[in-house]
């Protein structure tokens, strides 16, 4: 299916957010997903859905100084 990740249109054969954070090599309890909107914690949300044509923006957490 088609979707938009990080502002770029993609294919993917995922059909859940964990599958494609795993795809995409993100470590998801790291990370803020935004999912066609909806704001995630880090580790929350691997079991929802996909569908065609979703948004999906990640910003990884970065600590240090």
Request: hydrophobic share 45%; glycine share 14%; aromatic share 4%.
């Amino acid at each position: 299916m088609k979707i938009n990740y990080q502002g770029k249109e993609r294919e993917t054969a995922a059909t859940t957010l964990g599958e494609l954070m795993a795809e995409q090599g993100v470590d998801a309890a790291h990370a803020v997903v935004e999912l066609d909107g909806d704001v995630l914690s880090p580790g929350e949300g691997a079991e929802r859905p996909l569908a065609e044509g979703a948004v999906v923006a990640v910003f990884k957490i970065v600590t240090g100084g």
